[in-house]
Every structure is written in C-alpha cells, then in structure tokens.
C-alpha cells in the first residue's frame, strides 16, 4: 500500500491550496479515506474523511472552507483548502481504512498513512 501526498506549501492567510493523495496497492474504491493534520507540538486531529459510498464528514474547525474528495477512476483523494489561516498550518496526512467497511468518520481507526506534506499559512 502507498499513499503519496502532494500540493503542500506556503500560503497567504486567507489563501487556497489543493492537496492530492494518489494511492496504490489496494482497492481504492472500497476505502475509507481521509485527510489528518498535526501542527508542531499538537496531538494529530482529523479534517475530513470521505467514505466508499461518499458519505463525508469534517471537523468543525475546517468546515464550509475545505472540500475532501475522490476520484476511484484515478484511484486519488484530494483537499480544496480555502480561506486558510496561521491555525491551519501543519504536516497533513493521507489515511487509508482499507477493511471495506461503509463506517468512515473521523473517530474511526485507519491503517495505512502517508509520509505527509506540509502546509505553512503566514500572514
């Protein structure tokens, strides 16, 4: 299995970025996948997770400004970040739930992770 992040960088405050996961090695279309993101010195927070029947859920600190979708033709997951600010800054991580299960939210438990990459918001 591999989950490759890209689309990090830094941005304005009040600036957009896109992030991209291309994942191998599983069948794509029956994950549950999702976006996590820890900032220095803070514990790991989940941002979005987008499930196999495309039921989506997000964290209250990232909704109405981030979009998490997929695309099980090109086996990709990605990130529509806009509107960022200095507390959106952190490594965010690719996660994969690769059990098949219709149960995908931010509570659950997922197996494969990606390196990372890394989003830095200034003003």
């Known amino acids: 299995v591999r989950l490759l992040e890209s689309g990090g960088g830094s941005v304005q405050t009040g600036g957009s970025l896109k992030l991209t996961c291309a994942a191998s090695?599983?069948?794509?279309?029956?994950?549950?996948m999702g976006w996590f993101r820890q900032a220095p010195g803070k514990e790991r927070e989940g941002v979005a997770t987008?499930?196999?029947?495309?039921?989506?859920v997000y964290a209250h600190s990232v909704k109405d400004r981030f979009t998490i979708s997929r695309d099980n033709a090109q086996n990709t997951l990605t990130l529509q970040m806009r509107a960022l600010s200095a507390e959106d800054s952190a490594m965010y991580y690719c996660a994969a739930r690769t059990d098949g299960s219709f149960q995908c939210h931010l509570g659950r438990s997922f197996n494969e992770w990606g390196q990372g990459t890394r989003v830095t918001v200034s003003s």
């Open positions: 987008i499930g196999r029947d495309g039921a989506i």
């Open positions: 090695g599983y069948t794509f279309s029956s994950a549950c």
